[in-house]
């Protein structure tokens, strides 16, 4: 099929911001995108060719939205999967296909898959409901602390609280969970690996994420992760694994745990360009996103080589700030050396709300992350 | 004023290529564009907030589409500059200043006001009519060969034409025009230059272009030049102080000769980004599309320096080819290393049409020179 013509149709589920910068790259390549999100609003409306305003959630408008192009692709896991089976089986390219979908919308069933095909992960216990918990822990099967995750829906860190006692228990929704054993690590990690249909597949460096020594919080992004090389080589192997059994088509990223001695845990996967993955926009040969495009629409793939080192920084909304956005000091970091802003385009600011990021790049990792701490101290995500 | 807010409008004045790529860099910063364009098929009518089309050498077009935006810019040099005039006396920024197109919109005031300014440049003589060359021939005022360039409207090599003996100027349009010495050169170098409002100035490396040696048509456009420092040096004084005569903001080319013996000799400028600085997208730290828009909303420059060596390979339309357009051997270039190819969305080719350009990183300049001769023999422009 002749990609780069105006009959070919590309569509995409979801309009946020990382289906704005896969826009950023199937513009460069004069691909035709029709991208469907529930918000008129959405990054993605223009960019795009074709812009539906729609629920990612409601069978039929997935379907027919589906049946009309070539290949379709997601940025958001949350998406309508008996329609995307049913678009399969009419010979729609789904990538990621369903099954990958239906293994990763589920955290138990994600939890499952990686004991099944013996890929390491922090012991968990699955739960119909949260309220079954406490009977477990009153007979002895469970211990504090522990993560609480909702299996359902999580993203962005919703639907996730860590359980030191009964009392962090109370006031959590009464659904299906996993409760997980907190594992004491060093560093997490992420592997992005590509895969296309014929079966090429390449994964990038693998990234760590620093944390705030206080507020448990990601801080930075950092390519590639300050670690020692044979642990790379192990959570490379991991990454690899991952990709296979799940069989996914297009940009899977790893995230990981690296524990105090050295033993890597597989934590989740997203099936789609990731927040771990930003960074290689100003510092791979190929980023990301266009590397997902490459793979979706089976085109050879692309160099995962740095150029340069890369650090990236969340942009988020501020506390205490609500209404709509100001993004205080932006002039002062343009100033420092190998900055690049990206502002995803949402006009309201709310606290914690993923507003941007900003990458540093530099020849040399340790300058860019005192940069990247200099831009983290200097811009500030207000309202008006 | 806030930039990155939605109060604020960006006009662009042409909707070509240039533009398409600028828009990337505007929607990575999130600033509310607006573009003028006759075609209704332009490759920036997505990705722009609004798009209107309209001829840009209507008095009242662009004065009307201008009054509306706070800063406004172009991607093409034929615009009616009676209306910018307007427009600036009104308040409006309009980056380049109305004066600095005004210079060059003419080759023969361009020309003059490289002589004014002490600033080296090939011999030349203007005529009011092409008509009024073979008087001066045969005066003894002129010797072949010597190029002949139409006054208006010269762009990308159109309104060019080197005259050997008098059969050549048979069927040149009897226009004003200008006579250039033709200089034997070694190479064409270009710097871009780039200068904000509040004077910050910078300077990108000097780029060369490699000729084809037979069919002299710039084919390769080299980042670094490989030419000596002292020579890079000149190139680069040279084209700081077209630059500083010329009180342009924004991204200026300035495209320079460098003679048999060493001299630096100004050919033209464009006051936009430019053919000679697409490298940049993929190799600087800051490309000239974000440098562009950094300068013109009087934003910090960003760094000039390369991560890598670039080296840009012009997609022109294939001879005896007219028609749909179809990019043969696509998916065999993009196996090869540290390959990127732009498609300009242009639907219909025609020979030598410019279709789009391809990239090529490396940290060899070595490599990347001969990747970039596989692609040139590999990729083709061709009609369905």
Known sequence: MNYFSSDFKLGILGGGQLGKMMLYETRKFDIHTKVLDPSKEAPCKIS??????GDLMDYDTVYNFGKNVDVLTIEIENINLDALEQLEEEGIKVYPPSQTLRTIQNKATQKLFYIDHNIPTAPFSRFAHTSEIEDSISNGGMEFPFVWKCTKFGYDGQGVKVVR???????????????????????????????????????????EMEFHPE??????????????????????????????????????????????????LVNEVAPRPHNSGHYSIEASYTNQFEQHIRAILD????????????IMVNLVGAEGHTGNVVYDNMEEILKMEGVTPHIYG?????????MGHVTIVNDDIAKARKIAEQVKGTIKVISE
Chains 1, 2 share one sequence.
């Open 165 to 207: 006692s009964l009392k962090d228990l109370d006031g959590l929704p009464n659904v299906e969970c996993i409760a997980e054993k907190m594992i004491p690590f060093k560093n997490e990690l992420a592997v992005i690996v590509v895969r296309n249909p014929s079966g090429q597949v390449a994964t990038y460096p693998v990234v």
């Open 299 to 310: 085109l050879p793939l692309g160099n995962t080589a740095s150029k340069v080192a890369g």
């Open 48 to 53: 795009c060719n074709e812009f539906q305003q």
């Open 215 to 264: 507020a448990n919080q990601v801080e930075y992004v950092i390519c590639p992760a300050r670690i020692d090389e044979k642990v790379a080589e192990k959570a490379n192997i991991i990454a690899l694994k991952v990709s296979e059994k799940m069989k996914h088509i297009g940009v899977l990223a790893v995230e990981m745990f690296q524990t105090k001695d050295d033993q890597i």
């Open 346 to 354: 949402k006009k309201q600011t709310r606290p914690f709300r993923k």
